[in-house]
């Protein structure tokens, strides 16, 4: 916390979880940024995804699903919303069908964040809105270091031929000099890909790569031990929910079988503790394919696991001396 304001998600103990406005934890919705640590924010654009569409109700279905998350992250040991300030900042006022506008307006508000060194957690919308994030955000702090959790590696040049969707992503932040290559890795990545040549083109721009074959030989704690071993601060983390199976997230616009379960995702997300992300986002979900709210509820709760992270990070200050 900088300083006298603190906002806390509403008690849930003395207001039902199914009453008023649903924000992200029950959070106060607000774009007043004084003293605030960290804010969730929508990016609700869709117009880049290669297949099914919806993900411009992800920040809607993510924030409905979160309503059930309680103040105290016992396998993190850390209370969030104690140690932090945070805020519901709304969405970005995206432009459908029109990715260039999207992305000045999504720089808009994320320089403002930027700014004021306040942690960002967007929920997606679709993978291609993590471009202008990392923009504004290596833009303030540098070459960033990528810790990317994804079915797909999103390196290609072009779909249609055009160059922004959100297969490509990972490629245009490259060529924009936004992410130290050497200091990134892919994870989780599987399905078929256009050629033999898919992955090692991406290991020639720099990046390491985990498959999920990787991931089933040697276990989630190699992988967390070699993540900490790459990357550097700052970092950001970016989270495509189809990294996850589609038995446990089918809400989503390019589903692979094969991926991490609800609880390794937990569990991966848990071991990046230490890790000094400056920024994080979750896209890709979409609450038109999901049944009974099983993928936007994953999501709701790996959010809830990066807020954790940052509350860590935060109290791991000496200014910090809280109990719990
Ligand atoms: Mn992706
Ligand atoms: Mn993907």
Request: net charge negative.
């Amino acid at each position: 916390m900088k300083s006298s304001r603190k906002t806390y998600p509403v008690d849930s103990t003395k207001s039902p979880r199914f009453a008023g406005v649903s924000t992200f934890a029950r959070l106060p919705y607000s774009r007043d940024l004084t003293d605030v640590d960290a804010v969730f924010v929508g990016i609700p654009f869709d117009d880049a995804t290669t297949f099914r569409p919806g993900a411009r109700f992800g920040p809607k279905g993510v924030r409905e699903n979160s309503l059930l998350l309680r103040p105290y992250n016992p396998a993190l040991n850390v209370k969030p919303f104690d140690v932090l300030n945070v805020v519901d900042y709304g969405d970005v006022d995206v432009v459908p069908g029109y990715i260039e506008d999207t992305y000045t307006r999504v720089e808009r508000e994320f320089s403002k964040l930027a700014e004021e060194n306040i942690t960002p957690l967007t929920c997606g919308g679709d993978h291609s809105i993590t471009l202008p994030i990392l923009r504004m955000l290596s833009r303030r702090y540098g070459k960033l270091s990528l810790v990317h959790v994804d079915a797909h590696h999103d390196c290609w040049d072009e779909y249609f031929g055009k160059k922004y969707n959100h297969g490509t992503v990972f490629r245009r932040a490259l060529e924009e000099g936004l992410i130290e290559p050497r200091r990134s890795i892919h994870i989780a990545l599987r399905g078929p890909l256009f050629s033999e040549h898919d992955y090692g083109e991406v290991r020639r721009m720099g990046y390491s790569i985990v498959t999920m074959q990787d991931i089933r030989e040697n276990g989630l704690d190699a992988v967390i031990r070699r993540v900490k071993t790459l990357v550097r601060p700052p970092a950001y983390l970016s989270f495509d929910i189809d990294a996850c199976d589609p038995s446990v997230a089918p809400g989503t616009g390019t589903p692979e079988v094969g991926g991490l379960l609800a609880h390794e995702a937990l569990e991966l997300i848990r071991g990046f503790a230490g890790i000094e992300f400056i920024g994080f986002d979750l896209v890709e979900v979409s609450p038109p394919y999901d049944h009974a709210g099983i993928t936007a509820m994953l999501a709701a709760n790996l959010l809830y696991e990066f807020l954790s992270l940052t509350a860590l990070r935060k109290r791991q200050t000496p200014t910090s001396g809280e109990t719990l």
